[in-house]
């Protein structure tokens, strides 16, 4: 099972493994007090992907095909977040974006279950 939480908010206790899935370290968190078991920040749009999106929603379905387009070249960390997943049962992609719905870690489990079909 992938599940999906903003870094800052309040961990539930059946997250599983926690992998943070943003280019970028989130602004005003510890690595402590992010409580993550690591930081994939090469399943993470691009830089440029990254900020060209910036989160307007008249972009997310481009947005979202640009990023399936960059996740399909970087199959060893998919196969890794697969074998994640088989490990502990569940894992839980972290984002820090103020944007709940619309944000690369819910593209990337959109992504994933796509993959498993």
């Not at 090469?42 to 060209?52: K, Q, Y």
């Not at 095909?65 to 894992?91: D, F, V």
Request: hydrophobic fraction near 35%.
């Amino acid at each position: 099972m992938i599940s999906v939480r903003r870094i800052y908010d309040q961990p539930a206790s059946d997250e599983g493994y926690k992998v943070l899935v943003d280019r970028l370290w989130p602004r005003g968190i510890s690595k402590e007090k992010a409580g993550c078991n690591e930081w994939m920040k090469d399943v993470a749009p691009s830089n440029e992907l990254r900020i060209w999106y910036f989160h307007d929603h008249s972009k997310w379905k481009e947005f979202k095909k640009l990023y399936r387009k960059e996740l399909l070249e970087k199959s060893e960390a998919l196969a890794r977040l697969k074998e994640m997943e088989r490990q502990y049962g569940t894992i839980t992609l972290l984002y820090s974006s103020t944007e709940r719905e619309l944000n690369n870690a819910v593209a990337l489990k959109e992504f994933l279950a796509e993959q498993d079909k």
